[in-house]
């Protein structure tokens, strides 16, 4: 937390100067009053300058991780169920924060408060810590006087989605590893150890076959190109960043991953399962359809499905069911269709959509276990062409050497 400098006069009229730490300048008078001091002035005392930090505020670096958000969620509806109030809560959970931006942005929603804002509205204005969805649930609890409960299901909800993406980072962690190795592997031997091969062929005037011909001109290549390859390298980074930063880019990238061999079912879903669990969360919660159609459309954290959310809301806005709209955008397989299909006839849809996001988690949870038996495979085909190219073009030219030595 920062340190105030603060000037005041006590209760006899004498002037006291000091320093004070606090969340804001308002904490910090509300805490001088306190003990009978008066303030004049509060001023927040210079830090040293942290060219680092410097860098990571002016380029926009700071990113607020999943374990974070959980743990102020829990945090908060821990300590509202207990009856500490909003901005005391807020108060104690930034002495523990550390992250730059959370800090930043749970200072000025504190600031908000005590002008006499809303907690929704506060955290409205920092898109880059609470989504949409969070915010809406936040509204919710406000207006309904069970903020904790919302808290609480948050909660949940974070933490579901964080062990979902766990799981999928967890299987793709070694096949990863061993790309990578391979790449890396591929770059030594280019760089180094095939032109000491070609320096010999050269000197014994062989004839080379093509496993070799084709070996040696791709080492060349990279050894006379090498600033060459990674100026493009470095080029098509920054452009595909570029280009998923755009709105048609975004969307086509989004479809990609869905539609991608081996990864793209998992991801699609997870994603299912996200929308499902969403959707009876808010619902539940007493959001209506229309408007839960569109905050999950803006959290859900992936522009083609998102499409497909906002085509739900927009036939429910002309009166159409919603299973029907959910079976148009041809996401959901026939047995979710019926769970959709009960859960409406039966006026228990939130407790529907709750079944449907296990049934996908389980799914989840069952495809990424053999994710790994699944792309092992490949792997060792990968691993096996690029070891028999390498044996065929460096052993095949000297034991024709051992030959003509015989």
Same mark, same amino acid.
């Given at each position: 937390?920062?340190?105030?400098?603060?000037?005041?006069?006590?209760?006899?009229?004498?002037?006291?100067?000091?320093?004070?730490?606090?969340?804001?300048?308002?904490?910090?008078?509300?805490?001088?009053?306190?003990?009978?001091?008066?303030?004049?002035?509060?001023?927040?005392?210079?830090?040293?300058?942290?060219?680092?930090?410097?860098?990571?505020?002016?380029?926009?670096?700071?990113?607020?991780?999943?374990?974070?958000?959980?743990?102020?969620?829990?945090?908060?509806?821990?300590?509202?169920?207990?009856?500490?109030? %909003?901005? !005391?809560?807020?108060?104690?959970?930034?002495?523990?924060?550390?992250?730059?931006?959370?800090?930043?942005?749970?200072?000025?929603?504190?600031?908000?408060?005590?002008?006499?804002?809303?907690?929704?509205?506060?955290?409205?204005?920092?898109?880059?810590?609470?989504?949409?969805?969070?915010?809406?649930?936040?509204?919710?609890?406000?207006?309904?006087? !069970?903020?904790?409960?919302?808290?609480?299901?948050?909660?949940?909800?974070?933490?579901?989605?964080?062990?979902?993406?766990?799981?999928?980072?967890?299987?793709?962690?070694?096949?990863?590893?061993?790309?990578?190795?391979?790449? %890396?592997?591929?770059?030594?031997?280019?760089?180094?150890?095939?032109?000491?091969?070609?320096?010999?062929?050269?000197?014994?005037?062989?004839?080379?076959?093509?496993?070799?011909?084709?070996?040696?001109?791709?080492?060349?290549?990279?050894?006379?190109?090498?600033?060459?390859?990674?100026?493009?390298?470095?080029?098509?980074?920054?452009?595909?960043?570029?280009?998923?930063?755009?709105?048609?880019?975004?969307?086509?990238?989004?479809?990609?991953?869905?539609?991608?061999?081996?990864?793209?079912?998992?991801?699609?879903?997870?994603?299912?399962?996200?929308?499902? !669990?969403?959707?009876?969360?808010?619902?539940?919660?007493?959001?209506?359809?229309?408007?839960?159609?569109?905050? %999950?459309?803006?959290?859900?954290?992936?522009?083609?499905?998102?499409?497909?959310?906002?085509?739900?809301?927009?036939?429910?806005?002309?009166?159409?069911?919603?299973?029907?709209?959910?079976?148009?955008?041809?996401?959901?397989?026939?047995?979710?269709?019926?769970?959709?299909?009960?859960?409406?006839?039966?006026?228990?849809?939130?407790?529907?959509?709750?079944?449907?996001?296990?049934?996908?988690?389980?799914?989840?949870?069952?495809?990424?276990?053999?994710?790994?038996?699944? %792309?092992?495979?490949?792997?060792?085909?990968?691993?096996?062409?690029?070891?028999?190219?390498?044996?065929?073009?460096?052993?095949?030219?000297?034991?024709?050497?051992?030959?003509?030595?015989?």
């Amino acid at each position: 937390m920062p340190q105030f400098e603060f000037k005041g006069r006590g209760s006899n009229g004498q002037l006291v100067d000091g320093e004070l730490e606090g969340a804001s300048s308002t904490a910090v008078a509300g805490a001088l009053m306190d003990r009978g001091v008066t303030p004049i002035s509060i001023v927040e005392k210079r830090q040293s300058i942290d060219v680092v930090e410097v860098v990571r505020e002016r380029f926009d670096l700071y990113r607020v991780s999943v374990e974070e958000l959980l743990m102020f969620t829990r945090q908060m509806g821990a300590l509202i169920k207990s009856g500490i109030p %909003i901005t !005391r809560a807020i108060s104690g959970i930034l002495d523990s924060i550390e992250n730059p931006l959370m800090v930043k942005s749970l200072r000025d929603i504190l600031e908000q408060l005590e002008s006499g804002r809303s907690l929704s509205i506060a955290c409205a204005r920092h898109p880059k810590v609470f989504s949409n969805l969070y915010i809406s649930m936040i509204q919710v609890g406000e207006n309904t006087g !069970r903020l904790e409960e919302s808290f609480a299901m948050m909660a949940e909800y974070i933490d579901r989605n964080r062990r979902i993406a766990n799981n999928i980072k967890t299987a793709l962690r070694y096949p990863t590893t061993v790309l990578s190795a391979i790449a %890396i592997a591929i770059g030594i031997v280019n760089l180094f150890v095939i032109p000491k091969f070609a320096s010999f062929f050269e000197a014994n005037n062989l004839e080379l076959p093509w496993q070799t011909v084709f070996l040696l001109n791709t080492s060349n290549f990279f050894v006379d190109y090498w600033m060459v390859v990674l100026g493009v390298m470095i080029g098509a980074f920054f452009g595909f960043r570029h280009w998923i930063n755009t709105v048609k880019g975004r969307y086509r990238w989004h479809r990609f991953i869905i539609k991608a061999p081996l990864v793209g079912d998992i991801l699609h879903r997870s994603f299912m399962a996200r929308f499902a !669990r969403s959707f009876a969360m808010a619902y539940g919660a007493g959001v209506p359809i229309v408007q839960a159609m569109g905050v %999950i459309a803006r959290s859900i954290g992936n522009e083609f499905i998102a499409g497909h959310v906002s085509g739900m809301r927009e036939g429910i806005e002309r009166g159409e069911a919603l299973t029907r709209t959910a079976n148009a955008t041809g996401m959901f397989t026939p047995v979710v269709m019926q769970m959709f299909a009960v859960g409406e006839e039966a006026g228990n849809l939130d407790e529907m959509m709750t079944h449907i996001a296990d049934f996908y988690e389980e799914e989840v949870d069952y495809d990424v276990k053999n994710l790994s038996d699944k %792309i092992e495979p490949l792997i060792y085909v990968a691993m096996g062409v690029m070891v028999l190219i390498l044996a065929l073009g460096i052993f095949v030219p000297m034991w024709d050497v051992a030959k003509l030595a015989g």
